[in-house]
């Protein structure tokens, strides 16, 4: 590590070539030349006399030495570069080494700039030559004694940019008044040069001062529009000029160094909000017209608080008036947060009140919620949560370098051709045999290796192979099926695997390698046993105390994953929620989303197991940036007072103007990595937020700094996607180390039966409030409209993040995710990303396998480079290769009688266990098992529309390729013991949420409930991992099979319910029968259906058929669409009717708003 010493000469030095210089001069001017001894002998030039004096011009330092240098450093006062604008950033005394930003070297070339024939950039203003500054100085000096520009001099050297200083500060500044300069701090530095380059230059400072504090008005008053305004805003005439009483409010708002919290660890984030992103009431606000323009009539409403009727969740006694309540109805959560008025929770005790709080003795206890394996560090894993704080006795994030991690490899022997006739496996051969072999496939397996996978030397000889027993009941043709012995292989991770094309080929004396595709991470997790986010003993931690690769409070590493080990009991720690919305125009000229305004709400003291009514400390802050419709780019002056004269914005550092986008970018990651949540949570954030932040990002160059809003130091990400309006980017690649919950994503998957998932309409249906719209189109008019617009429009920001946390507790997102991913084993971050049951399935198996007593070798995720390279693009969605469920026929009409509506519990999983399906137990063609190599089939048309088909034709050709149903002799498989095991702790569940709700305890009952729905999830979703194109544990036949079970239990159901109970059956989808009761009687349609379910039970004995529904009126439309009035009976017996559609056109999210309305009318009719 070198770094430049400074090479300036002493006064001494300086006198000595000034006497030089002088001498020879006039020894010119006199006409001789004069020699060494000055007797003008001998004719010598300067150049001969000239002794150079070279020293170091790089100084070495050891890793002990540079850590002492960084510390000095940091120590003295932070070095902030102007880049543009005002807008700076810390340098924090060290090299940011950790990883390549990419091509940050490159300068993106103002239009402005002068270059020359050979399109090379002018060099900057910086790069004067030290005579024109020393002459600038002298001129500074001048002019300074003569008394002129004091009103420049005066904004730069005011009070206010005085800070307290350090004795040697002090006493340099000190030697800088002997020499004449009235500066003092490094900052005061920068604006002298300043100073001193204006007058070089011959810039009249004082006439540029007040042009900037003028107003503007009296010379554009002529030209001022007057279009219609707002009905809600007030009407202003003429902007204002700021008060000095104004002025030293906003003076006190800034957020400085010594208001900010202490840190937790010397090197976190002093760069963030304490040292630049600040309110910049002289760059952002500005003595500016202030235009009204038009907007649209949503925008209007949306500006119009008085215009929006206040819908409350339940009546209350002490409502807020409406005129007081701030737009989209969110005032009552907008109470004073004065610290002595707020009854806040210690983080610390809050939730780890039932147990015992984890100590850190010698191991260290980690609550891990995401672990993170980087692509270009190989070999080294990231374990991100939570550890307690031993001095502040409450959680702080933390983070666990594992190094060493292995990759383990199974080398399928290939059975020698003298030996194929006596041996079918390698397992039956003798021992002295086995050995031979061993030796062959460890020879061609070093030569495969070495040097093309393990690189350096010292590793090339301590890669372990050995011979170990191991079990297949999967799909490859070239593995036999049952116990067979493999070539175990282990090396460390940070080397890569071999290529799928050669694992697929073989070698000399093996036939295939498996294993290759298996991530270290995957690795990590199954062998560690470590079942979802939880406590973790880490033995051998050593504290990271320089050169942090996360943003975490603390830091440790470990040698060995095997120092990692899961441990129980111990409640779960708070978590910190951060509820993040943003406001993006598209840009006219760049036709690019840019970011104009966001809002953050933080909640502290979440209970992650969900059921906790105790609340935490709820804090905002906001930013903007001038977006306006007339073009300017400064806010009008009377904008800062107005928004912070707000009670939402009085609170300190709650509201940041910022004078550009890149500033208010800067601000955001400050404040994001300060607040340090463990959750970020928005609206559409996967598929929108988090790209358009990216993208604007890296429009800027900001390199890594994206990586701020994650807890894992990043270098540039490259986007997947190149797009129009912003770029696509790997979410996986984004979320390291902070989970990112999308309330989007989890209403899909929770709320099938909604129509729509806009933020606006799950408002309404979820909170019983209302959000008005408003355009994007419309954002510069209302920035442009007033300050009172001004003020609503981020009032309209910080709603939305208001509303998304509370949609996000009131679809618990959070415990429903976290008990998924504990079912499964999976990662917490995972879970909560779109479309991803098929991954949780696979992890859940992947361990019930490694769990077993008979050790599996599992299917890989890409069995070969073509398998890999199709399933990286796109997947369009394909017809299933295997029939689907059964539909019956509707015999179409209205039935104004009671209609029974009896549906199979878990129809899938419970056939799995009524029957013992499993990889295992099935014996299935390799055939079948491999047809997916063609053009998949035409799924058979059990449930289309066309009730020309004939059905009976269809049900052969679809099971002409079913296999056959297990012998009853065979063993229990791996998938009914799973399923048995969730459907039984369910049930255990269910029992104990009863008798909690007996009890009143609500809060244990909501955390049993949220348990017994991620069972329910899980279990359910068992069939479709196995009938998934792309999953891992993808199998055809046995999902065929399933499939094929399932419509022969239906038509099962529907012969007893008419053969052997004389009832008609209406129709009949999938798992469920609708039977007519020809009865007007409620009482007489229980007693049928409660007839029809004991009688089909019999038949069965883990498959229960019950009544689900009773419909008083229904109207069969055709297959899956019908309309119906549903039964609903409380405790009491009270009896209410309630509608339900499905399939209809007034369902279809996309059919217009009008014929829903039309259709929806009809039916009430």
Not at 676 to 699: A, C, E, F, K
């Amino acid at each position: 590590m070198s770094r430049r010493s400074s090479r300036a000469s002493g006064s001494g030095g300086r006198s000595d070539a000034l006497n030089e210089i002088r001498r020879l001069r006039e020894a010119k001017l006199n006409g001789r030349d004069e020699d060494d001894d000055g007797a003008g002998v001998k004719k010598v030039s300067r150049i001969e006399t000239y002794n150079a004096k070279e020293g170091s011009i790089y100084q070495e330092l050891n890793e002990d030495e540079y850590n002492d240098l960084v510390r000095k450093r940091r120590e003295e006062l932070p070095f902030v570069e102007d880049d543009e604008g005002g807008m700076g950033y810390y340098d924090d005394g060290e090299e940011q080494y950790f990883e390549d930003d990419g091509d940050l070297d490159e300068e993106v070339v103002d239009p402005d700039d002068d270059v020359d024939p050979n399109n090379k950039k002018r060099q900057s203003s910086g790069a004067l030559s030290s005579a024109y500054v020393k002459r600038a100085k002298r001129n500074q000096r001048a002019k300074l004694g003569t008394g002129t520009d004091q009103k420049i001099t005066h904004m730069f050297f005011s009070k206010s940019s005085e800070k307290p200083r350090s004795a040697p500060a002090a006493a340099a500044s000190s030697r800088h008044a002997k020499q004449g300069t009235p500066y003092h701090t490094p900052d005061e530095v920068y604006l002298y040069f300043l100073t001193c380059l204006f007058h070089f230059l011959d810039i009249d400072l004082d006439s540029m001062l007040d042009d900037l504090t003028s107003n503007p008005l009296d010379a554009s008053l002529s030209r001022a529009r007057k279009p219609p305004v707002f009905p809600s805003s007030r009407s202003a005439t003429s902007s204002q000029h700021v008060s000095s009483s104004d002025r030293q409010f906003m003076q006190e708002y800034r957020p400085s160094a010594t208001t900010t919290t202490e840190r937790d660890d010397t090197d976190d984030v002093q760069d963030g909000v304490d040292n630049g992103y600040e309110f910049d009431d002289d760059a952002a606000v500005a003595p500016a017209r202030e235009s009204r323009v038009e907007a649209s009539a949503a925008t209007e409403r949306a500006l119009n608080s008085s215009s929006v009727p206040f819908v409350a969740e339940k009546p209350v006694d002490d409502v807020v008036p409406v005129d007081s309540v701030p737009s989209n109805q969110v005032g009552e959560w907008w109470n004073p947060t004065n610290d002595a008025e707020v009854d806040t929770i210690d983080t610390s005790t809050a939730i780890a009140a039932d147990g015992e709080a984890p100590a850190l003795n010698d191991d260290l206890q980690l609550f891990w919620t995401d672990a993170v394996e980087v692509r270009d560090r190989p070999g080294k894993l990231y374990l991100i949560g939570k550890t307690k704080d031993a001095q502040g006795g409450g959680f702080k994030s933390c983070c666990v370098i594992v190094n060493n991690l292995q990759r383990y490899l199974y080398v399928v022997p290939r059975v020698p051709d003298q030996h194929k006739e006596t041996y079918s496996t390698m397992g039956d051969m003798p021992k002295d045999i086995q050995q031979q072999l061993w030796m062959n496939m460890h020879k061609d397996i070093s030569s495969l290796l070495i040097p093309s996978c393990i690189t350096d030397r010292k590793d090339q000889q301590t890669f372990r192979t050995k011979l170990v027993d191991r079990n297949y009941a999967f799909d490859l043709p070239d593995l036999p099926r049952g116990k067979n012995t493999y070539l175990k292989v282990k090396y460390p991770a940070r080397y890569a695997a071999p290529h799928a094309d050669v694992c697929a080929k073989g070698g000399p004396s093996f036939v295939r390698i498996c294993g290759a595709s298996v991530r270290p991470l995957e690795t990590f997790l199954i062998r560690r046993k470590l079942l979802g986010p939880g406590w973790l003993r880490i033995s051998g931690a050593q504290r990271v105390t320089t050169n942090h690769q996360s943003y975490c409070k603390v830091e440790y590493e470990t040698a060995s994953p095997a120092h990692v080990v899961p441990i129980h009991g111990i409640p779960s720690p708070p978590l910190t929620v951060l509820s993040l919305s943003i406001k993006t125009c598209c840009n006219p000229h760049s036709h690019k989303h840019e970011v104009v305004a966001f809002s953050a709400v933080t909640e502290t003291n979440i209970n992650p197991e969900g059921g906790s009514k105790s609340k935490g400390k709820i804090s905002h802050f906001s930013g903007i940036r001038p977006f306006m419709a007339d073009g300017h780019q400064r806010f009008p002056e009377s904008y800062g007072p107005t928004a912070l004269a707000n009670d939402r914005f009085r609170a300190p550092q709650s509201l940041s103007i910022e004078m550009n986008e890149k500033a208010l970018l800067n601000f955001l990651l400050a404040r994001v990595q300060r607040e340090d949540p463990d959750v970020i949570v928005g609206h559409n954030l996967q598929g929108y937020t988090l790209d358009v932040l990216m993208s604007r990002m890296d429009n800027f160059k900001m390199g890594g700094m994206w990586s701020r809003l994650t807890r894992l130091r990043r270098g540039l990400l490259a986007p997947l996607n190149q797009g129009e309006g912003w770029n696509e980017y790997r979410l996986d690649d984004m979320s390291n180390g902070r989970l990112f919950c999308d309330t989007f994503v989890a209403a899909k998957e929770l709320l099938t039966s909604q129509s729509t998932y806009s933020l606006s309409h799950l408002v309404s249906t979820q909170l019983q409030k209302t959000r008005v719209e408003v355009e994007t189109t419309d954002i510069p008019a209302i920035l442009s409209s007033g300050p009172d617009n001004f003020v609503k429009f981020i009032h309209h920001t910080l709603d939305d993040a208001m509303f998304v946390l509370h949609l996000m507790h009131k679809l618990e997102v959070i415990p429903l995710t976290k008990q998924l991913a504990n079912l499964c084993g999976y990662l917490w971050t995972r879970t909560l990303q779109a479309n991803k049951r098929a991954e949780r399935i696979e992890y859940l198996l992947l361990h019930e396998f490694d769990r077993s007593k008979h050790k599996f070798i599992v299917p890989e995720k890409f069995r070969d480079s073509k398998q890999s390279s199709k399933s990286v693009g796109k997947k369009k969605r394909e017809p299933a290769g295997y029939a689907g469920g059964m539909v019956f026929a509707p015999k179409k009409g209205l039935y104004d009688n009671f209609v029974v509506l009896l549906d199979f519990n878990s129809l899938y999983p419970s056939i799995i266990r009524e029957y013992n399906i499993c990889f295992t137990t099935v014996e299935r063609s390799t055939l079948n098992a491999t047809k997916d190599a063609g053009p998949a089939r035409r799924k058979t048309n059990l449930d289309d529309d066309d009730d020309d088909e004939d059905v009976d034709e269809v049900l052969v050709k679809a099971e002409s390729d079913v296999p056959a149903l297990p012998s009853s002799s065979c063993a229990e498989g791996v998938l009914p013991q799973v399923i048995k095991r969730l459907l039984e702790s369910r049930k255990l569940v269910k029992q104990q949420l009863k008798a909690e709700l007996k009890a009143g305890n609500i809060e244990k009952s909501q955390t049993l409930d949220i348990r017994q729905k991620a069972i329910k999830l899980t279990a359910n979703s068992m069939y479709g991992c196995l009938g998934f194109r792309y999953s891992r544990f993808y199998a055809r036949p046995i999902a065929a099979l399933i499939t094929s079970t399932g419509r022969q239990t239906l038509q099962r159901a529907q012969e007893v319910a008419e053969q052997e109970c004389g009832y008609d059956v209406i129709y009949g989808d999938t798992d469920s029968i609708m039977v007519d009761s020809r009865s007007d009687q409620l009482e007489h349609a229980k007693r049928i259906g409660r007839e029809i379910q004991i009688q089909c039970n019999k038949h069965f004995k883990l498959l229960e058929l019950e009544v689900d529904y009773i419909f008083k009126t229904i109207l069969l439309l055709n297959k899956k669409k019908y309309a119906s009035l549903v039964v609903k009976e409380t405790n009491d017996g009270v009896v209410t009717y309630e509608k339900e559609v499905k399939g209809l056109d007034m369902v279809r999210r996309d059919w217009c708003v009008l014929s829903k309305v039309v259709g929806n009318v009809v039916l009430d009719l």
